[in-house]
């Protein structure tokens, strides 16, 4: 009996903090989204770039090692191997939003705007914070010659980040062109 008990104390000792941590992650989240929200555009950076760390932890060494590696073909032009790491990375950990996001990049890269369009879809059901997403599929709306449908995903990103780089500049451009149109 006393072996059972002690195994079961050393189980909850090892499961509790496992709980325990999802909120603590889900309050730390929101408390950077609300200082995003009301940053100065000198803070707003290193703001972002706790963020994105953040996004970019899938909670798996792999999935990390797929998304490092995606990331790292990206970056070298290799668009293809890119899109294999990051599908096998959707693959395996399909709610892991940054792994979405960065497949739609990748076929945003390509060209393939449908299947980055999905992705972006994947990536906010996950994380409707994901200002990257938002702005990225509103340059995918300027592409596609949708400026109405650029300027509302352009505006749905500054409301969560105010000092998203190029963004306001974006709007303003914007909605100098659609001036009168219906939107």
Do not use: C
Not at 108 to 126: C, H, M, N, S, W
Not at 164 to 173: H, I, S
Request: aromatic share 8%; glycine share 6%; hydrophobic share 50%.
């Amino acid at each position: 009996m006393k072996a059972r008990l002690l195994f079961h104390n050393r189980l909850l000792a090892a499961i509790v903090p496992i709980f325990l941590a999802a909120p603590v992650w889900a309050q730390d989240m929101d408390a950077l989204y609300d200082q995003l929200a009301k940053a100065t555009p000198e803070e707003a950076p290193r703001i972002e770039r706790q963020i994105t760390a953040e996004w970019s932890k899938s909670g798996s060494a792999s999935m990390d090692l797929l998304l490092a590696r995606g990331n790292e073909a990206l970056e070298a032009g290799d668009i293809d191997a890119a899109i294999e790491h990051f599908t096998a990375l959707t693959d395996h950990a399909p709610d892991f939003a940054e792994g979405w996001n960065a497949r739609a990049l990748a076929f945003f890269q390509k060209g393939l705007y449908g299947q980055a369009v999905e992705d972006i879809g994947r990536t906010l059901t996950l994380n409707p914070h994901h200002f990257g997403a938002i702005s990225g599929l509103a340059a995918m709306f300027e592409e596609m010659d949708r400026p109405k449908q650029a300027l509302e995903a352009y505006k749905a990103a500054l409301a969560i980040h105010p000092n998203l780089a190029g963004v306001r500049e974006a709007v303003d451009r914007l909605e100098a062109d659609t001036e009168g149109q219906e939107i």
